[in-house]
């Protein structure tokens, strides 16, 4: 038996390469391919996807792609990457490598090089602090797919969840504090986490259960330790795709009805976004402070993603060592 040489592989979901139509379909298309994502009949989604959805979608979205390109590249891309190159300068003997499920560099790509240093036991941390099939569950599918041809395995470890990791908690909180220093408490503060379609909550993915652990226990320390009103906080969903129900209630709603009621100043965190992304910066950064001032609020703003700051760092580290050291 060789010697046990570990690395680690983050995984997040996937950007396109360039702010172009072109790359944005490329992307759009292998990410909605997966029936992870999207679990219609091939043969009814896919003429859909190609014929319709791509085709009008894509030059779309690549504008909301261009308005929050960075000099780097697609956000998601730098700051993963960046998150990648600090825990490598903090771990120098264990191999790190980042990759993306639906974009460059790949996990097939990622896990050539770990194997090609001479890896052979890799823990696998999805970059998802919360649980869900369409996210955790497709990164598990990516790595073994990514060693379908190989004759010898590496020993994996996964990470499935970290949403009520207390480093996790702590970093949050922090963050929801440092904002409050510069911004003042708001009248309410809104979790706003991706959803999912209610029919995959039913068919047994605990998403909900996992996003709402998470703001139940920041809730609760914001409480106990600094006197905030639990009614301050909400949990709410984003980003609906596609016609069937899912997870309430809405980011986009609840914001339009909140502001509707009186409330004017409003602030919003999405704990469930490692790094901030199109979801994030113009979904809600632009577009919820649109909607908010819209319909009568005054005071908007956007707590950032925990991205590559030094807290997400030591927290990621954190659970990688506990992870590490459980299995050896
Ligand atoms: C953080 C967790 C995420 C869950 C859960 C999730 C589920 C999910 N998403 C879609 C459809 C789309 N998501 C899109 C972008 C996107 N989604 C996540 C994360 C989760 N998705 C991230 C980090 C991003 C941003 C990527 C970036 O490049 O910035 C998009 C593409 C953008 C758009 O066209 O609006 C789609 C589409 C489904 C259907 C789903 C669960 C079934
Ligand atoms: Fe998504
Ligand atoms: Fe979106």
Redesign the pocket.
Known sequence: MSKNKQGILLV??G??DEPTAKAVSKY?KT??SDSR??DLPKFIWQPLLRGIILPI?SPK?AKLYASIWLDEG???YVYTKRQAQALAQKMPDIPVEFAFCYSNPTVKMAMDSLLDQGVNDILVLPL?PQY?C??SAAVFDAVARSLQKRRAIPSLRFIRDYATFEPYIDALILSIKAHEMTHGRPEKLLFSL?G??VR?AKQGDD?PIRCKATVDAVKKRLEEEDGWDPEIIQLTFQ?K??KEPWLTPATDASIESLAKNGVKHLQVICP??TAD???TLEEISIGSKEIFEEHGGETFSYIPALNDSSEHINLLLELIKKNLSANT
Do not use: A, K, M
């Open positions: 997040n979901l950007t396109p759009l990410f909605l994502v999207v979608r979205v697609s956000p998601l998802y869900s369409s996210t991706h999912i379609p995959f998403y980003s795709f596609g469930g976004f992304c199109l979801e």
